[in-house]
T-cell receptor, first 112, second 111 residues
Framework: EAQVTQNPRYLITVTGKKLTVTCSQN?????MSWYRQDPGLGLRQIYY???????DKGDVPEGYKVSRKEKRNFPLILESPSPNQTSLYFC???????????FGPGTRLLVL | GESVGLHLPTLSVQEGDNSIINCAYS??????FIWYKQESGKGPQFIID?????DKRQGQRVTVLLNKTVKHLSLQIAATQPGDSAVYFC??????????FGKGTLLTVNP
């Protein structure tokens, strides 16, 4: 089944403890992206990747890192999480940039 | 600044009625538009898309209309069902590398 998977789905952590949220797609998509979704603010892009080893900042990149070593994986790294990073995170992919994006199920993060 | 917006944040309809969800966009250079549905606790799900060289596209029970003159996009859902209750987002392709999403409209279907 064609899909985008994320892990973990739920995570509670404490301020400053590094964490990684994994994202994987099995559709051979070139473009991948991370979003956070907050009430009243909609989906905001954190980082995106046009292809392997090509990443760039989205609208709200502060406090986040990403890597794209393989086409199928695009992990989101929070080196030192803070409470303002408590949010619902979505990974998405598309065959090419600017085309229909397919979303993962989301990761709900709570930073205490 | 330019943004994708929605006319109504909430919409309540009776089961069986038709629903119309609206979206305004301001970038006349946008050439691709998508509607997504997001159910509670799930990720956004693709519904239907339309390119700027079209003004109407139909799917199963859904129709998207694009009016480039007034920069307006709408999603019509025929015979709305309880399972259609969700938040609906429009998105536009403003550049070749990203989509810009609206904040969403909550559709509630009353039995």
């Amino acid at each position: 089944e064609a899909q985008v998977t994320q892990n973990p789905r739920y995570l509670i952590t404490v301020t400053g403890k590094k964490l990684t949220v994994t994202c994987s797609q099995n559709m051979n998509h070139e473009y991948m992206s991370w979003y956070r979704q907050d009430p009243g603010l909609g989906l905001r892009q954190i980082y995106y990747s046009m292809n392997v080893e090509v990443t760039d900042k989205g609208d709200v990149p502060e406090g986040y890192k990403v890597s794209r070593k393989e086409k199928r994986n695009f992990p989101l790294i929070l080196e030192s999480p803070s409470p303002n990073q408590t949010s619902l995170y979505f990974c998405a992919s598309s065959l090419l940039a600017g085309e229909t994006q397919y979303f993962g199920p989301g990761t709900r993060l709570l930073v205490l | 600044g330019e943004s994708v917006g929605l006319h109504l944040p909430t919409l309540s309809v009776q089961e069986g009625d038709n629903s119309i969800i609206n979206c305004a966009y301001s970038n006349s250079a946008s050439d691709y538009f998508i509607w997504y549905k997001q159910e509670s606790g799930k990720g956004p799900q693709f519904i239907i898309d339309i390119r700027s060289n079209m003004d109407k596209r139909q799917g199963q029970r859904v129709t998207v209309l694009l009016n480039k003159t007034v920069k307006h996009l709408s999603l019509q859902i025929a015979a709305t069902q309880p399972g259609d209750s969700a938040v609906y987002f429009c998105a536009e392709n403003r550049s070749n590398y990203k989509l810009t999403f609206g904040k969403g409209t909550l559709l509630t279907v009353n039995p």
